[in-house]
Nanobody
Framework: QVQLVESGGGLVQAGGSLRLSCAAS????????MGWFRQAPGKEREFVAS???????GYSTSVKGRFTISRDNAKNTVYLQMNSLKPEDTAVYYC????????????WGQGTQVTVSS
């Protein structure tokens, strides 16, 4: 099965930048859509960004223009570049894999904490 491991989280001041990485196992990684989600304390899990196997991207309104999702299939890795960070971006960020376009995200990483101070 696919395994996902996130890294790159940490503490950053508002206006700063951070890049998250998600390392995936399996030769079929290039066929999967990938997504980033986040969950803040007391809130439901929220969609952040997605990228299809073709490289098409989508973003939530709250992060559009500030975050960029990308993937390197040769390295089995997906990235989330986060710029102009705001305190409301504070959350645990999760990487997820989607075997079928517009289907379920069947595989999830353990999450990485992002904290943005005022």
């Amino acid at each position: 099965q696919v395994q996902l491991v996130e890294s790159g989280g940490g503490l950053v001041q508002a206006g700063g930048s951070l890049r998250l990485s998600c390392a995936a196992s399996g030769r079929t990684f290039s066929n999967y859509g990938m997504g980033w989600f986040r969950q803040a304390p007391g809130k439901e899990r929220e969609f952040v960004a997605s990228i299809s196997w073709r490289g098409n991207t989508g973003y939530s309104t709250s992060v559009k223009g500030r975050f960029t999702i990308s993937r390197d299939n040769a390295k089995n890795t997906v990235y989330l570049q986060m710029n102009s960070l705001k305190p409301e971006d504070t959350a645990v960020y999760y990487c997820a894999a989607q075997p079928l376009s517009n289907g379920d995200y069947n595989y999830w990483g353990q999450g990485t904490q992002v904290t943005v101070s005022s």
